[in-house]
């Protein structure tokens, strides 16, 4: 098999990995439909997260499930199934409370950029549609594993409640599905702050109701003329820099909520404002795997499209040119096909 | 009149002071029965919040209503009232979202060291008991005014329920009274974490069901020891400095909140720490005015005794020793008698 593997910054190669089979009884191996690349993988393409050695990509999939362990009782051979992100068993406290992102035997997938995956602890990761989808379906039902799961805990997290204004701050592929899942959650108002004239559109076909182009000050003295000077219910927070965060901070009105999902690389936050706004902070990696089962049947019954986010479509073989045009921004999200 | 203005470090004046009059419509002059000293106070008398000219002193306060202004509808002459340490309109939208420290027309209180008193915004700032007080209760009514109301906030915002477990870092006044609002919350178990045999012994009274002497790591590892290796649910942050901060982190249960009420005094976060381990994080000056009501009226039933707090008891003209005695952690809080 044929696997994804980055050796450095800018240097991605698709080259021959061993087949994943089943190592241990909790274990699944699936057959991938469709995989694709993160924004949190162009950290390391760029070479802002340092890697010490070549490290095989991806961790968003879905497939048919090809074996399983002797001890995997929840799925089997043959079923569609989607997975999250983060490796969980669904038994230990922290997932019973809801955060399988932080399950105590968690860890982060990795090598889904192939066609073959094998799934840790499949029984706690893993939720199987239906039925077999549709071949349209499927780059919906991909987002799924994390950047959808991850937009709506955004939302999640800034507490949106319906008929309450929601501001998102960071156009990517998070972000507009942040948008899509206030949308979802019932929210009157969306704010939408981008600069980019694709990303501003697709943010109002998800639902968005206004777009905020200034950043900084200026965007939140924008955020403050549509709120009567209060500022918004819940902000999303789908970047992770300090200045964005801040942005986020001050964008809230006093006491509201802020829902953050940008991996905060480093970053460093001055509390005093935060404490003088009384603002309240959430987040983290998104439980997808709580979220998981709604989420499955809100893309099969048609009522969202996800699969939007994906404005490239490459086999494969040619994920290191789908790297390339989301590091250069040509691209919000790349689908990969194996 | 005299009235207490700190000059410079360590230099508290009990001296004159123009007497207090009816400025505004909206104002109410107070003959104080009782003020004391704020662990808040020691910040600018240690020298460590700069300030720039002598400033009158105290922002805790109770007593009776001497005049009001032509507007003021809700207290009259002759009642005894209770305020917060913020001053608020309670009408404008973030009183009326709970968040009168974040009122639109919010000031902090100041002045209050000494017999009599203004206070602006009467209607929206000041509650009345439900007549004249008994003097013993005078010290647990005073507390209601700020260091139990910050208590009580630390609590809510850690979102105590009926059994869980709370850790309350810090052990001075606003700890202490954070340890009797998680109990009154219906905490299965409080943890307190203390290194001075007097504080320990009113935390228990309070409520504590377990006391941690141990700080940082140790301590973390003693949390961790007490909950199962998970963490507390709650946790009540009543420091305000990084190590507290990161301290009340690490103890929280993966998805636990903590409620941060002491001042950050130019303290910046590590957040990827916070991001991993999924906490929620709510602080802020403490919305006093929310909790007025009830509050007012456990102390009133007898219910609570927060005025523990109070070790030292000097007459208002020994202000500066009120001062060096908590300066010096030889009290915990001084109570002032004009």
Same mark, same amino acid.
């Given at each position: 098999m044929k696997g994804t593997v980055l050796y450095g910054p800018h240097d991605i190669r698709f080259e021959d990995r061993p087949e994943p089979r089943?190592?241990? =009884?909790t274990d699944a191996i699936l057959r991938l439909a469709a995989t694709c690349v993160c924004g949190s993988d162009l950290w390391p393409y760029r070479g802002v997260q340092k890697i010490d050695k070549p490290t095989p990509m991806g961790h968003e999939y879905c497939g048919v499930v090809e074996a399983v362990g002797s001890e995997v009782k929840t799925v089997k051979p043959g079923q569609f199934v989607i997975g999250s992100f983060c490796v969980s068993d669904n038994t230990c406290p922290n997932c019973r409370n809801g955060y399988q992102s932080g399950c105590e035997q968690m860890e982060f997938m990795s090598?889904?950029?192939? =066609?073959i995956l094998r799934v840790p602890l499949a029984d706690g990761t893993l939720v199987a549609t239906p039925g077999t989808p549709p071949d349209d379906l499927l780059p919906s039902l991909l987002t799924v594993s994390d950047v959808l799961g991850t937009g709506w805990f955004a939302a999640d997290a800034a507490n949106v409640k319906p008929g309450s204004t929601a501001v998102v701050v960071g156009d990517g592929a998070v972000g507009l599905l942040g948008v899509l899942s206030a949308k979802v959650m019932g929210a009157g108002r969306i704010i939408a702050m981008s600069r980019h004239k694709q990303r501003q559109q697709l943010a109002e076909e998800f639902g968005a109701t206004h777009i905020v182009s200034e950043r900084g000050e200026q965007g939140v003295a924008r955020i403050k003329e549509l709120t009567g000077g209060l500022g918004a219910d819940s902000v999303l927070e789908c970047v992770g820099t300090e200045d964005s965060m801040m942005q986020a901070v001050q964008s809230a009105r006093v006491g509201g909520s802020i829902g953050y999902v940008g991996v905060p690389h480093g970053m460093k936050l001055e509390m005093f404002p935060v404490f003088l706004h009384l603002v309240h902070l959430h987040g983290g990696p998104a439980p997808v795997r709580r979220f998981l089962p709604d989420l499955i049947q809100l893309v099969w019954d048609r009522k969202?499209?996800?699969?939007?986010?994906?404005?490239l479509t490459l086999p494969l073989d040619q994920v290191a040119e789908g790297y390339r045009a989301m590091d250069e921004r040509r691209a919000i999200k790349t689908l990969l096909r194996p």
């Open positions: 089943i190592e241990k =009884p090598r889904a950029q192939a =066609p969202i499209q996800p699969g939007k986010v994906f404005d």
